[in-house]
């Protein structure tokens, strides 16, 4: 059974960073994309960083890494601002297997 685990998240000042990481267990086949969605509180969940597709809002402050040997992603986060507090999704696409979502991870950015 596949599961992707988060972790990293935590209460930071604005303007400081983060790194979330994502585990994965169990076999995931050709995964096609790994990546990051955020949920803030009363919206709805949106893209962060997927592949090489970042939101607008997250441009040259956060970075996505990928270690393809151990089928894990990373989201390192830097100038933190209030406005990215949410819950952050690890999200995984495989070509073979379709979508798999993490249960998230708490990131609280304080003003």
């Known amino acids: 059974q596949v599961q992707l685990v988060e972790s990293g998240g935590g209460l930071v000042q604005a303007g400081g960073s983060l790194r979330l990481s994502c585990a994965t267990s169990?076999?995931?086949?050709?995964?096609?994309?790994m990546g990051w969605y955020r949920q803030a509180p009363g919206k709805q969940r949106e893209l962060v960083a997927v592949g090489t597709t970042y939101a607008d809002s997250v441009k040259g402050r956060f970075t996505i890494a990928r270690d393809n040997a151990r089928n894990t992603v990373y989201l390192q986060m830097n100038s933190l601002k209030p406005e990215d507090t949410a819950v952050y999704y690890c999200?995984?696409?495989?070509?073979?297997?379709?979508?798999?979502w993490g249960k998230g991870t708490l990131v609280t950015v304080s003003s």
């Open positions: 169990g076999t995931i086949f050709r995964i096609r994309v």
């Open positions: 999200y995984v696409n495989s070509f073979d297997q379709g979508s798999f």
